[in-house]
């Protein structure tokens, strides 16, 4: 779980950095986006680290049904008393929710934009001498409502599910290096710095592009 969790965690950033592209007005950030778009689903090391990313999101999701499962099953009668909340998280108590809610967001992501990019029909043009797919445009048109209907549920969606998102890296980050065995008494405050600024950081940024492409319309 953890290993699959940090990867996973090296992963998001990648794809923030590569998706802040999208702040880019104008053709200039249009062509930028679609360049490394074309370059993130061609370059072989890219594609290879795209199989590990869904290897890990199948592993991290079946380990962790394995792993609530075994909870369950180790105390199948509850508690008399249950007082949760004296020396646990509300986050490290719903990991599993949490995880569920971020399993139909990356589904819904999914049918979104990369279902989309390799196999929808999607226009095509010339950025000097390379035949490019025209994502950027799929991806504003999809948050602008006089393009998609649905634009203003699917930001609603996008920055709820970022905030279960928030939840579930503000306990896994710190949790991973538990596990790990990676945790000391002399690094526990610095890892729960950096576990805490990630989990706040990545969501806010991934939120702010779908807010950001809708409310740009009104501008
Ligand atoms: C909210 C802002 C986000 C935007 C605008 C966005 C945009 C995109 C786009 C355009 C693609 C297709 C690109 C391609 O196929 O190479 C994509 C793929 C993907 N996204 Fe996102 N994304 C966002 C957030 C997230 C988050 C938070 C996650 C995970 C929790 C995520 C997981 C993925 C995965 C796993 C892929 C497939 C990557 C691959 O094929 O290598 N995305 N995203």
């Not at 380990?63 to 609530?68: A, K, R, Y």
């Not at 569920?100 to 390799?118: C, E, G, K």
């Amino acid at each position: 779980m953890a290993l699959s969790g940090l990867f996973l965690c090296l992963f998001l950033v990648g794809h923030l950095l590569g998706n802040l592209q999208l702040f880019v007005s104008g053709q200039q950030g249009a062509d930028n986006f679609n360049l490394y778009a074309k370059f993130m689903t061609t370059n072989p090391i890219v594609k290879v680290l795209s199989y590990l990313t869904y290897f890990s999101i199948i592993f991290h999701m079946v380990d962790g049904l394995i792993l609530t499962i075994q909870n369950r099953r180790a105390r199948p009668k509850k508690y008399v008393i249950e007082k949760g909340k004296a020396n646990s998280s509300w986050a490290s108590r719903n990991m599993a929710l949490l995880g569920t809610i971020l399993l139909v967001f990356i589904a819904t992501h999914m049918q979104n934009f990369w279902y989309v990019m390799h196999f929808g029909e999607i226009s095509h043009y010339e950025i000097k001498g390379q035949n490019v797919k025209d994502l950027h445009h799929v991806v504003m048109s999809f948050f602008t409502p006089t393009s998609n209907s649905y634009a203003a549920f699917m930001v609603g969606f996008y920055v709820l599910s970022m905030l279960a998102l928030a939840y579930h890296l503000h306990h896994g980050f710190v949790s991973a290096f538990q596990s790990l065995g990676l945790n000391h008494i002399k690094y526990n405050k610095i890892i729960e710095i950096v576990g805490a600024g990630f989990s706040v950081v990545v969501p806010l940024l991934f939120a702010s592009i779908p807010l950001y492409v809708f409310i740009k319309h009104y501008l």
